[in-house]
């Protein structure tokens, strides 16, 4: 019996399949499981994202930060600089100053993410804004929808602003 018909009449094409088929999803869970293992960003930054190309690392000021709201367009920009405050204690954290991290967006409980340019950070927080923002919603009804902050009184915090 040649090889071919003893491959179409037996158990060995179904043997050969099943291995094949397991060797490639095999594969297929070990690159998951390293994908899993690296520390990646909770959100990637969608190429529709105003001046995303166009970040280079300037100083900061917060006249700059409001203009650069406006430039790209973010909703309710006078509430987003109060959070940028709030979370950057009026701009002096470390993680501002380090990491460039304007809105305590992390990784995980403890790692924030790092950001190249205080810009970048305000493009990722446009990335997720545009991401969960239902339209005509009210701004702080919204935070606390999508629990933005562990804070229970984070929002009351931000109206002390105005």
């Known amino acids: ?3 071919r018909t003893k491959f179409k009449n037996s158990k060995f094409a179904f043997i050969v399949t099943v291995t ?4 490639i999803l095999g594969w297929m869970l070990a690159m998951q499981l390293d994908f899993l293992k690296k520390k990646e960003p909770i959100f990637t930054l969608p190429k529709q994202v105003p ?6 690392i300037e100083g900061f000021s917060e006249v700059k930060l409001m203009q650069f709201m406006e430039d790209v367009e973010m909703k309710f ?3 987003v600089i109060h959070q940028a405050k ?9 993680r501002f100053i380090k990491y460039n991290a304007l809105f305590g967006f992390q990784t995980s409980d403890t790692d924030v993410i790092k950001y190249k340019s205080w810009k970048e950070s305000v493009i990722a927080y446009k990335a997720w804004q545009m991401k969960r923002l239902k339209t005509n919603e009210d701004y702080y009804k919204f ?3 999508v629990r933005y902050a562990a804070d229970t009184n ?4 931000l109206k002390q602003f105005k």
């Open 20 to 23: 094949i088929l397991g060797l």
């Open 143 to 145: 935070l606390v929808r």
């Open 77 to 79: 920009p006078n509430i």
């Open 51 to 56: 001046y995303a190309d166009t970040v280079k």
């Open 86 to 94: 709030l979370e950057t204690g009026n701009f002096t954290s470390p």
């Open 154 to 157: 984070y929002v009351k915090k």
């Open 1 to 3: 019996m040649d090889y």
